[in-house]
C-alpha cells in the first residue's frame, strides 16, 4: 500500500510561484506514474499533471502547460508540483496521486490507485 501526502500549499499573490511536494511511504514509487489533481470549490476533481517512471513523459492540462512543472526524485520517493505565474483560477485543493495500472496519459481520476489529503493553494489579486 502507498501513503501519499502532500505539502507546500498556501497562499500567493497573482504571479507568484509555490512547488508542492507528495512524500510517498509504504512502497517505492519507481513502479508508479504520479499525477496531480485539483478541485475548486463547487467544481469537480480534475487533472493538472502526470509523469511516468518508465522514460519520464510528462502530461499536462491545457489550462497549465507552460507554468506548472512535474517532476519526482524515485530516490527521494517524492513527486513535485512547481506552480508559476499563478491565477486566481488555479485556486483549488491539490491532490497527488499514484498509478500503477493505468492508462497512459492517465487523464482520468480512476486510473489512479493511491491518493493524499490532498494541500489547498489559494491565489490572490
Known amino acids: 500500500q502507498v501513503q501519499l501526502v502532500e505539502s507546500g500549499g498556501g497562499s500567493v499573490q497573482a504571479g507568484g510561484s509555490l512547488r508542492l511536494s507528495c512524500a510517498a511511504s509504504?512502497?517505492?514509487?519507481?513502479?508508479?506514474?504520479m499525477g496531480w489533481f485539483r478541485q475548486a470549490p463547487g467544481k469537480e476533481r480534475e487533472f493538472v499533471a502526470a509523469?511516468?517512471?518508465?522514460?519520464?513523459?510528462?502530461s499536462y492540462a491545457d489550462s497549465v502547460k507552460g507554468r506548472f512543472t512535474i517532476s519526482r526524485d524515485n530516490d527521494k520517493n517524492m513527486a513535485y508540483l512547481q506552480m508559476n505565474n499563478l491565477k486566481a483560477e488555479d485556486t483549488a485543493i491539490y491532490y497527488c496521486?499514484?498509478?500503477?495500472?493505468?492508462?497512459?496519459?492517465?487523464?482520468?481520476?480512476?486510473?489512479?490507485?493511491?491518493w493524499g489529503q490532498g494541500t489547498q493553494v489559494t491565489v490572490f489579486l
Open positions: 509504504g512502497r517505492s514509487l519507481l513502479n508508479y506514474a
Open positions: 509523469r511516468r517512471w518508465s522514460n519520464y513523459t510528462t
Open positions: 496521486a499514484a498509478s500503477g495500472s493505468g492508462t497512459w496519459p492517465l487523464w482520468s481520476d480512476y486510473e489512479y490507485q493511491h
